[in-house]
Every structure is written in structure tokens, then in C-alpha cells.
């Protein structure tokens, strides 16, 4: 399959819905690293080797030694915001950068100004802006490929991405009952209609998607989750991946409950608790808003921790699940998880984990992995859905009827393994025999 | 290779060195569970489920369902014992499980006497028995070895392993360098001569590989990971596995550093402390066995996270064990871990765990499922070093010169593929591309 | 005053509204307690020494050997539930005590059936109970001054006291508003009115006042501290005290919060979260129910971290509580507060504080003590508001215009005073000077 | 008395040995205060109030407005120390303050040079200095006397302190066996010898008393605690303090433990870890110097949970403190405590505190108060032991044969009524019952 994937020749667009504290955070620090001033920690695309071959081998190249990405030097960055602020005063009022840092890249953030974004009130209570586009959801969608295709043009883009950081809309029940959302035909005709069932971030996919441009949904809402845009990824052959950035504390559960999982430890209840100050914190305080938010959140243990395969181990799981507005901590989201579980004979046993995390810091890396390499997926030919980047997300998007995996251990065995197919070499399963089978022949 | 594992007839004898508090807790439990009066919780061999072919075939089946496994009701307990004890006794002086819980199974355990134990003190300094063979090297072994034979004759048993769950042994210093190790003659010359530096454990260890019966050692000090014996093991065509069982903190590290390590975050500090008031507890305030623990339990990060691959994450990271001797737990060991992590431009986040566990219910289920495994190892002909149960083990013994792999999510695809291989079954990779060209296909 | 105080002669009967978790845990404890078989910890009436006169007197009577107070074999439990269980089924139930140590008292317990209650549900939305009385608010007085009287003689009770340990009830706005509140005319001719504003528990209030029996509020609601029934235990000479039992998060809140003050640290955030399963917790997930706990466990700060005298210490305090119900806890409730600081130039800290608690145990002894200290107010004839009993309460009842005091340490120096004063012992005022006055002297 | 005080006119010097983390942010802080950029934060005579009559009366004023102490604007400092840096490049080093915060007060920190000190290695195991003075004991003390004068006529002061700042010396078994610290005679004579067994932070404490300086000791070896210099500061009328800056940890234990005790629950453990990476890490890393905290660390518990007064509750607390060198954190001292408790009938429940503080942010006001307020001591004519004081103190010196009061809030009530001693106000008692009998007499 090597020989197929494109090379990453030329500039790389990324553009981005929501100009926020993640978005600002991540444009800041690519520009810092381009500078020689800081580096990529938390990036697997550019700080992660992979094995490749035999243990004894010794073959661990980085990654992007390995797999042909976009270089960061290569990388141009836009996007659209309901507030006129450009990167840098974006970045300074979120906080989660140190205004000095942020003075060094100042002329480079400063150049980036939002375009004008499709906003709908209606999905997002706690927030209001005013640099917003108007129209019926069509002339929106129109304005949104139009935008992208003046963005390549303007800045000698070989290919863009649309990469969503804004804020999280509200929750939307039974979308599968929902017929604006059944197919490609009765979504155009939403458009055409100006249905107001129609999401602003589903207009963004769907001018994304209709560009061939790749898209992916770095918040908990629906978006290119519908059967109608992911009949239109398939047939205009563009790579989506989605949904929510997999940060924090959903990522320490995915971490732990696979390790409990793997032993099998039962877990009686899982009390999550977060603390965090910022603009997310805010919308989320509304509870549709919210709601959005458990959705994901919640489903992640109910995969990994299996009811219907170990009833004795997890039947009775009780897992509750609070975010609090915490103005003190802005953006340094805090969580404390409190794990009830048992073992042998039942006996019980708790953890206690209390996460003094950042979130934005924690989700600008995950940004950049998502957009180099749904970009690579895109040149390799992969398009449609692409659950390899489940990874990164806390509720990944599988095929239809396909469950999703939330072991962020087997993702990540996904997720490599991928890139060893792509690029031609062995996939690991870790059997590892032969090793053995070497010893025993040079003793006897 | 299937057809090549014989069947787990007839009765298991597992003969254990140290019948204390984790040993206590295994047979009060088997005995409970074979009554019907609890669950084997915690054991994978009992409780989990193995994922066969494509994730949409829903093929699970309980492991002891797939694989010849011998059953808890065909399991025969015996063991050696520094103190006289029987089973019951210790097992109430120990204070891990209910004292109504082991009045169920009072006459099992009572009947279980210890056999006199191979000692040392000056092994295990902060410990002194009374109930000890007396001999030299070679007439200790010779006494083990007839224990072995006539237990396995006296309790009717097809097969019999070995399993340490005694006292943590002193630490030695560059065994690589001690001729006495280096050689199968070697080390039975040492047996004739009586030399002091063979350990009580290693005698065990050939005593058990020498009768052709499978040895675990449960326990952070030198066993059966000598030359000399792994030589043996291979000549004998017998199954070894060490060492010490993987609970507790440990364990939760090597659950939570891969997903450090998956994610590119680094780690610049990690302060881990346990306070835990059980025999263990006592024999590791001896500086000397805490060294034996401390190695192990010190080596885990430094595989996962490795600075070689990763300087920039990893090269910086100050890691510190303390294990402290507090009687108010007894048996319930308890760890807090402090862990100072970096991600995008290097921003400082912190991680604290606090982990209230139970040492003895933690390895209990851990001590079963080796023996019954390495039990299956020795019936599928795999005879040496068994790396695939690195799963269960803080310090994984491997072939020489291969680095051992203590991220618990590869050792577990490890096991459950070497499970899968032994049994014909196709091996996983998680790369499951073939889902989506189905989609495709049925979209077009 | 001394000679003043009336000897604790006779049965001291104690008649509770609300037989369930706290009033079980308490009854057979002291059942336990009679029969020798625990000790009373957690009470200071019991556990507790005073000292008197200067420090190198060594003076340091128990409590109880030192004021005149009833005797633990001296008391008589009943009271009403809407609940028929008798107080043996009630704290089978509640899952607090050890199902065999209840069974050590178990007649005790049974002889114990709770009379009929007084119940409104819009007060308490989440229980529905049928051993309840019906009639008017004047009729239901009534009743419950017959149960009082006729306890009082069919147990031969020299005294009675009034402790309420039932659910909280629903948050009344701005109740200094309210007419029928403001004065005992209106309260009486709203019970002959049977005004709906009245509730459950000032009925049971005005009953034991009105019968000449102390009453006390373990509950965050309204009941004794409305003008009427001040007046009415004023006129009647009657002890009273409210209310809100202090244990768990706020006992520690307020152990802690006058440590900050203390040393002029100061505090930008606290937030406070609790996981609890028990019926308690059940009430509180009803937002009525919840706002008036959230009131008492609110104001603490703000009157120890007090902005107006300190605004540069305390004026930005963020305050949040949080109660979730989590049924994998049971009664073990258990609270993780984070609270933010900073000091010498503003420089941040954190203190995070887990509170494994157990509600029940906490609460007993604070019932128990509340019980023989207003006993005691009644023989020493200090009728009225008993703010010295502010030690045991979270949102202590106070004079009209008087601020309350929340500082633990602040209450208990009132608390130990007023049993000095009584007693006609010194004061205590830790100046202490004359210590070194006589060093001084002993040198020249 | 209030006009026996004199008044606060001129300079005062603060002298301080050992100019390191603790001295330097003191420094550094005043000289930022001072310029209006910042503030007093934790300092009790610049941010607290103190109540002064009635609660009703509202007199609330700053205890810097009750009382007259030394303006920030009018203090000088100074020290000695065993490197050569001046206070900036010192506090540079340290790490605990901003380097723009420090580049604020640049010159006023330059300015401040060390003189020589008085060392031996002996005391001080982990550090070797080269800015020392040589000489006999006798010598040093004359140096040290004279550089106390010169100072004071250099800088204009009308009066000065000495506030030892330095590291913790090791500890001495059995002080009061040691016939050169019984008694003032032979200490001089131990000075004209040149006695080994007199320490370096001996030598500055009799140099300043001997110069009628008051002396603070800021660390928990002997210093101003042995009896010769006792003596002498009776004779000489000087004001002392002693010993231990109260911070951290033991500032957080000091107020928790009363806590318990106040409400007579039982302790069993108390397991307290501390992690700091700063020069009084290193300092403690070797044994015998940690010997010396350890004693004060542990004995506050002693006092406060009283095993003789309270068997019951007691007499099994095992107490146990463990300090780790840990150089991730630096400064920031972080500590753990897990504090096992007993309730009602003796059931268990557990608390954990973690507090992530900073060790020199904690201490600098603390020292800034003992300076100003032992000034005032001296001013006001209370000379000798000032146990006052033991309010900011680890391990109170008190008159011989006299028990140290721990508990914090004990400390704060004699603290603030040698205040209002001092100053002829009325002591508070906290009884209050006045405010009820004009409420009952208002009615009637």
C-alpha cells in the first residue's frame, strides 16, 4: 500500500470552527515550534517512535519519520469565531499560555483573523456573538465553501482540513429517528428548507465534506456523525473522523478502566467530579449543553467495562458523572474520580485520582495529531470513516452496527497498526514465540 | 497447534514455599468458591472473556471455556511453612478475610499442614522460624524434591506445580557475575559444597524443575531467573515463570505509564509511596529485601517510559519508592503515587492516585491463574521461560538479552494471543480496515 | 450558679421525630454501651476531660464527672416515624452497624416502635410514609403533647427532651416574611387554621415546648428558630438549640477554615463535593430538600472567611457544594473538598482534603450529646436559645441580630466556659503570663 | 500596661542568619510591599483583625492598628551566611519568587550582602560553605556581637533582632545532660574553650542576647532552648522565641488534630509524607539533621492527642513521618497525610490531606511577624521566654517543667489576649451569655 499514499508536498490548511482557547493554544504553539522556541510534548505525530519488526530489531523511528506528514513548517492556520478577536487576543484572554510566550509569536497571531461564523444561538444558550454570518442554512453552507476555497487560493494551500474546536452544541435525541439527517437527499433539502434541525456544525461538514476537503469534530455534538453526510464523505471519497477530543479525565478512564478490565476487578461505581473555570466550563453549565457531554462521557465504561460479557464484574456499576463551573481554576481543569471496586471473594478496594490537568494544553497536540493525520488517511486513500483516529476521541465514529472500541490500549494497537499497513511493513501482535523457540535451538 | 495440548486430567497439586497471607487467602478461596459460597473475582483464568474473530462474529467465550484449563475443584493445596501453622490458623492470624468467611471452610484449611520449610535467615533477617529442615544445600533440595514426589503420590495428584509465595528474599548484588549461577554444574556443584550463595528460594526452584514440575516465583527476589536453572528448565523441558505478582501500586503504574506513554506526555517525577502492615510490610523494612522489591518495582518505569527513545519526555524523570511499615493497615496496603507530568511547550499538570487496596486479595487470584497456566504451558509443550505470563509478573522474566515489555496492555495481547496460537485461532490486530470496505461496498 | 443546678435524678427520656439511620445508630449504641459491650466514642459528654484552673494543676476532669448530667443507663428512647419499622428493623435497614451487633441488643431494639408521625409530603417530596397522623395542625399539636405526656408516665420519666433526627425538609424563603411565623398569636391561630406554611417539624417543635420539654433541630430546616416559638420558649422557659448536627464535610470545614484565617492566608476558591447512598442522601436529591442544606453548609465560610474584615484575604471566595446520591456508599459518605489558597504576595496553594466518613457514626454522638446538654440547660435554668450548644450544630441558632460564631474552636472555648460558669470554675483565657512571671522569680 | 510600651520609633534592623529561600522571599517580599506592588499575604500583624470587646460592638481593628509595631517602611535587614550571593542573586537561586518579581526590587536586594558566618560542617552534614569566620567559639561569639553593633550604627537602627533563618542543625540526644548548656557559667567557660558541643546557632543566640537583642530560633535544633541561655536572657532582660517555624505539614496537623480531639474522636494512625526538592531537602536527607525535625514534628501530636488524659481514644495512635528529597517540585513542598480515625462504637473512618504548598510562601510571614512581634515583647517589657509566640511555632520553648500548648487555636486565643493584655483591653472568654439575657429581658 506504500507506493499509494501521497506525498505531503506543499502547504497544509487548517481550518478551524471556534477560535478559542484550544485553537489558540495550538496555533500559538505550532508558531513557537517553528521558532525553535518550545516543542510538540503530547504530540504522538511528532514526538512518538514506533516499533517496527522484531524486538531485537531495534527499529523505532518517530513517527513522522516514518509515515509521510505534513511538516509543521508547512502547516497555514484560519478559521471562523463568533467574536472578532484575532489569535493573539484570542489566546490572551483564554489564559492558558503565558503572555510572554505569547508575545514572541505576536506578529504571527495577530495576522490570523476569524471569519465570520454560522452561529445559531439556539444551539450554544450560554454564549452570544456578533461576528456571524446571516442566510438560510444553504447560503451558509455556500458562504462556508466559499470561504474555504478563497483560503486555499489566497494562501498557496495544496490541501486544507476543517478541524472543529468550538463549543459543544446542545444534545439532540434519537438522531436516527430524525429524517433531515436520514440521507444526503433529505439533508440538501434541509438546506435548500433552512431547517432549523440543521446544526451550524453540520453546515461546516457538510461544505467541508462537499470542498473534498477532510473533517473532523473535536467536540461531543452530532456533526459528521449523520447518515446523510457520511453517505456524502463516502461518495465524494473524504476522509471524517469524530467526535471529541479525548482529554482529561474521560482519557484517565480509558487508561485505568482497561487495566481493571484486563484483571478482572468487578467495579461497583465510578464517581467522576470536575472543576474547571474556562468558556467550556461555561456552556457547559447549561444543562442541553451538558447533556451532550455525559452522552460521551458515560458511554465510554459501558464498552470497556462489559455488563453483558462479565455480569458478575459489572452489572451493578453505578457511574455518575458532574462538571462544575469553577470559575478559580479557569482553564486548569482538576477532576477527581473515586473507583469502587472488588476483588477475590469480592472483597472491596478503592481508588481515588485526582487529575490537576490543563485542558487546553491537553487537547492542542491531540488537534494537530488529528489534522496530520486525517490528512495522511486522505492521501492514502482512506476515506470515509476513519476509526483508526479513535484514539484521540472519546466517542469514536465506527461503522453503522459496529460497536466502538474505548480500550485506548487496543486503539492505539489500531491505530499503529494502521500505519505499519499504509506504509507496508509487519503488523504486531505481540505473540512473540520465536524468541524462545531461538533460545531452546542454541542450547541444544 | 491445538491438537498437541494434552487435557487437564485428574487432580492438580499446587505445592506452595510460604503458607501465609496471599497463599491463605488463595486455598480459603478456592475452597469457598468450590462450595458455591463466592466468586473466583479477580481471576482472569475464571472471570474473563477472550474476543475470537472479527469484533461482529460476537464470539467471547469465558477463557476457561476456550482453553483446557484444570478445574478449581480438581486443585489439591499443600505447602512448607517456617511456622507450624495449618492453613486455618494462618490464614486467621493473617486478618485478610472475614473470620466467619473462614469458619465456612474451617476443616479444608485445618487439614492443610505445613511441611517443614528450607530457611535461611540470613536471607530474610527480620523473620525467624522454627519449623526448618536441617542439612546442606544438596540434602535440602534432595528433601524437597521427595516432599514433591510424595505429595503428588499421597493426594492421588496427574500433575503438579510450584508457586512462591514466601518472604522476600535479600537482594544480590550483579548475580550475572557469580560463577555459582552461571551453569547448571556450576550450581549443583555449589549444592554438594553447600554454598551459601544458593538461596532457599533456588532450592525450591531445582528441586521442583529437576522433578519435571513447573515453578512460579511469586516473590521480587533471584529464583529461578539464574542461568544455571534456566538451563535446567530448558533441559528438563519444564515451564518457569517469575517474578513477583503485579498488584497494587505496581500495578496501576504499569497501567497508567502507557497511557502516559501512548499519548507523548511526559513525565519529569514520580513519588510513589505505600503503607501497608502485614508480614511483608515487615520483612521489607529490612533494607536488604526492600532492595530486592525496590529493583523490580523501580524497573517497570524505567521500560514504559523509556529515555532512550523519548530524551525529550523521559530523560529527566525522577522516580522514588518508599514502602513504609504501618501496622494500623494490616493487609491493607495502600499507595499514593505522586506523578508530575508535561505536555504541549512543556506546561506542568500533576496526576495523584491513591489506592486503597488489599495486598492479599489483589494476589491471591494472581497466584492462581499462573499455576493454572503455567499448568497449560507445560501440557502445550512450551517449556522454559513462559514470557507470556509477563501479564501477571512486576518483573518479567525474559530470554536473555531480549528488554522485557511491562506496559500491561502488550503483555495482555501477548497472553490472550498466545492463548488464541495455542488454540488455532487467528491472532488479533486490531487493524480491522475490512469493516469499512464493507460499508463502502454497500454504500456503492 | 452551682448550687443552682438540679441533680440529674430519675429516667431522662429521649423522644425523637425521625427513628432512622441516626436515631437507630444512636439507640443501639447506647444499648451496646449499657451492656458493656463498646465504649461511646465521639462523645464528649462521655469520652471527654475539662481542665480546670491553670495548667500545672493538672486538673482534667471527664465532662461527665464534672457537670451534673443524666446517665447513659438512666435514658429511655422512643418516638415517631412515618416508618412502622420498630428500631431494630429500622437499623437492620439503615446498613450502618454490623448486622451482629445489632442482634447483641436486638430486644432492646425491638421494644422500641415508633408512634405515629406528623408528615406532610410537600415538605419531603422523595419519601411517602403511612404511620402517619391525620388531622389539623391544631390536632396533630395536640397529639404529639399527648404521645410526650403519655411516654413520660408509662416510662416513668423523671424528664423528656425533643430531638429531632428526621429528613430535612423543604428551604422557606425569606421566613422572617412570613406572618404566621412572627409571633406565638400567629403561630396558634395558624395551627387552629391548619395553615399549610406550618410544617412538620415546628409542630413537633411547639408540642415539646409547649409541654415544657427542651426541644432541639438536628435538621438544616426551619423549625424552632421562627420569632414564634423563640417567644414561646422564653415565656415557657424552655432550652432549645438548632440546628443542623455538624459532622462530616462541615465539621471539617470548619476545623480547617479558622486554621487559614488564623494565619491571614487567603482563600479564592472551595469546592466541595459529597457522594452519599443512604435515605439522606435520597431527600437531598429533591432540590427543595437540598437548598436548605445548602444554606447551613454555605454560610459557615462566610462568616469564618469573613470579606467585609478581611476583603483582601476573602472577597473573590468562590464557594460550591455539591451532594450527589452514589448507592455504592450506603451510609459511608465521603466528601473531597479542593480548596484554593494563596499567601505571602499572593502566591497560589492547594489543599485537598478526603473525608472517608461514616454519617451515621458521626452523627450519633452529636445527638446524644446535644440530648444531655440540653438536659443539663434545663436544671441550670438557662432557658431560651443555648448558642453554647453551636459547638454540635452547623448553622447555630443565635439572638436576633447576634452573628453567629462557626469557628469550631471559637464554639468550643463558649462550649467549655459555659460548663465552667456553671460550675463556678475560673474562666479560661490562655494568657498565661504568671507562669513566667515565677520563672522570673525563681532566677532573681 | 498599654503605656508601659514603648513606642515603635525608628529603624528596626532584622538580622538574619542564613540568607537563603526563607530569608530571600522575606526580603525580596517587604521590598515589593513596601514599593506598593504587592501584598502581605499570611502575615497576622499586617492582614488580621482582632475582635476587641462585644461581638455586638463591631470593633474589629488591624492588630498593626491595636498594637505599636515597626513599620514595613522602617525595616532594615541583614544576615550572614556561609555563600557568598547577595539577597538577589540568592533569591534567583531559589527559585520560590518570579524572576520579574525579583527584577522589581533588583537593587534593594543587591545591596544586601551576607557577612561572614559562623559554621561547622559537623552540624551540617550535606552543605560545605566557604563564607565562614574562623576562630574559637569565644572568637566567633566577639565577631558576631561586634557585626550586631556595626550593623546597627551603620544602618541608623534604633533597635534590632536576630531571626535564624538558617538550616536545621543535628540533633543532640539528652540536652539536659549536657553540663556546658546547664548553666550560663559554664557555658562561657565552654566559649573560652572552644566546646565543640556548642553550636554555630548558639553562638549567634547568645551574641545577640548578650547584646540585649531579642533572639528567634526559625528551626528545630537547640538554640535559645538550652538553660544557660535561658539565664542570660532573664539577666539581661531579652526577650527569646523558639522554636521552628510552624508551616506546612505541621501548620495543617495542628489544625486538624484538635479538631478530632475537640469532638473526642479516637485516632489509630497518622501517616504523614512530605516531598520537596529545595536546599532544606537536601539539608534533611541526611539522618541526624532530620533527626532534629522529626522530634518536632512528632511531638505535636503528643500534646494534643493525649494519650494519658483519653487512653480510650489514644493510647494506640501510631504516628509516623516520612520527609523525601524530591527534586521535581523544588520549593513546592507537598505533603500527604493519611490520618485513621474511630467514631462511635469504634468505627473506622479515614481522612487524606494532601496540601500542595510552598514551603517559603509559608514561612516568610511567619518570620516577618515573630520579628515585629518579639519587638514588641521587648518594648513592652516581657522579656525571657515568650510563649505567646508559639503560635507560629513548631515546637514551643515554654518555662521548665511547663507543657507546651500545640494545639493552633489555643495558641491564637493566648496570642490574641496577650494582645489585648498588653494593651488593657478586656480578655475574651467567648461565654456570651449576656447577649441571651437581654433577649429574655427585651421580652418581658
Redesign the interface.
Known amino acids: 500500500m506504500e507506493n499509494q499514499v501521497k506525498k505531503a508536498e506543499g502547504k497544509l490548511g487548517i481550518l478551524i470552527p471556534g477560535l478559542g482557547a484550544v485553537a489558540s ?1 495550538l496555533i500559538a ?1 505550532v508558531a ?2 517553528n521558532k525553535g522556541l ?7 505525530s ?4 514506533i516499533r517496527l519488526g522484531k ?2 530489531e531495534n527499529r ?1 523511528p518517530l513517527i513522522k519519520d516514518f509515515v509521510p506528514l505534513a511538516q509543521l513548517s508547512d502547516l497555514v492556520f484560519g478559521g471562523w469565531d463568533i467574536y472578532e478577536d484575532n489569535v493573539y487576543e484570542a489566546a490572551s484572554k483564554a489564559k492558558v ?1 503565558e503572555q510572554s ?1 505569547l508575545d514572541q509569536v505576536r506578529e504571527t497571531l495577530e495576522a490570523i483573523q476569524p471569519m465570520k461564523a454560522v452561529f445559531d444561538r439556539d444551539y450554544v444558550k450560554n454564549l452570544d456573538g456578533t461576528h456571524v454570518k446571516q442566510g438560510t442554512r444553504r447560503e451558509l453552507a455556500n458562504a462556508v465553501i466559499e470561504d474555504i476555497k478563497s483560503f486555499k487560493e489566497t494562501n498557496g494551500c495544496n490541501r486544507v482540513v476543517v478541524l472543529w474546536c468550538g463549543s459543544t452544541e446542545k444534545y439532540i435525541e434519537d438522531f436516527k429517528e430524525v429524517d433531515v439527517y436520514a440521507s444526503l437527499i433529505n439533508f440538501e433539502k434541509g438546506l435548500d428548507e433552512d431547517d432549523k434541525r440543521i446544526s451550524p456544525s453540520m453546515v461546516y461538514a457538510y461544505a467541508a465534506i462537499k470542498s473534498g476537503v477532510p473533517f473532523v469534530n473535536g467536540a461531543p455534538h452530532l456533526a459528521c456523525d449523520i447518515p446523510a453526510l457520511v ?1 456524502l464523505a ?2 465524494a471519497e473524504v476522509a471524517i473522523a469524530g467526535k471529541d477530543f479525548k482529554t482529561g479525565q474521560t ?2 478512564k ?3 478502566a ?3 478490565q ?5 467495579v ?2 465510578w ?1 467522576s ?1 470536575n ?1 474547571l473555570g474556562n468558556r467550556d466550563g461555561l456552556v457547559l453549565d447549561n444543562p442541553e449543553n451538558f447533556r451532550s457531554k455525559e452522552v460521551t462521557k458515560t458511554g465510554v465504561l459501558e464498552d470497556i467495562l462489559d455488563a453483558k ?2 455480569p ?2 459489572y452489572s ?1 456499576l ?1 457511574h ?1 458523572i ?1 462538571i ?1 463551573y ?4 479557569g482553564d486548569n481543569k ?1 477532576s ?1 474520580d ?1 473507583i ?1 471496586i ?6 472491596k ?10 485542558d ?3 487537547a ?2 491531540v488537534a494537530l495529531d488529528l489534522a496530520l493525520f486525517i490528512d495522511l488517511a486522505q492521501r492514502a486513500g ?4 476513519q ?2 483516529l479513535s ?1 484521540y476521541l472519546k466517542s469514536p465514529q ?6 466502538p ?1 474505548n480500550d ?3 486503539q ?3 491505530f499503529q ?2 500505519l505499519r ?1 499504509i506504509m507496508g511493513e509487519d ?7 520465536d ?2 523457540q ?3 535451538e542454541s ?1 541444544i
Chains 1, 2, 3, 4 share one sequence.
Open positions: 493554544t504553539g513557537a515550534i518550545s516543542k510538540p510534548i503530547g504530540s504522538v511528532q514526538m512518538s517512535t524486538r531485537t523505532n499560555l510566550q453517505e463516502i461518495i482519557l484517565m480509558t487508561i485505568v482497561p487495566g481493571l484486563a484483571r478482572a476487578l468487578g461497583s461505581g464517581f467530579t472543576i460479557k462479565s458478575d464484574l451493578d453505578y455518575k458532574r462544575n469553577y470559575p478559580p481554576h482538576e477527581w473515586n469502587d472488588f476483588g477475590w471473594l469480592g472483597y478496594m478503592q481508588i481515588k485520582i485526582n487529575f490537576l490537568c490543563r487546553s494544553i491537553l492542542a497536540p482512506l476515506f470515509g470513516i476509526e483508526w484514539f465506527t461503522a453503522p452496527g459496529l460497536p472500541e485506548i490500549f487496543k492505539q494497537i489500531k497498526n494502521t499497513h503488523l504486531i501482535t505481540h505473540l512473540g514465540l524468541y524462545y531461538e533460545l531452546v542450547m
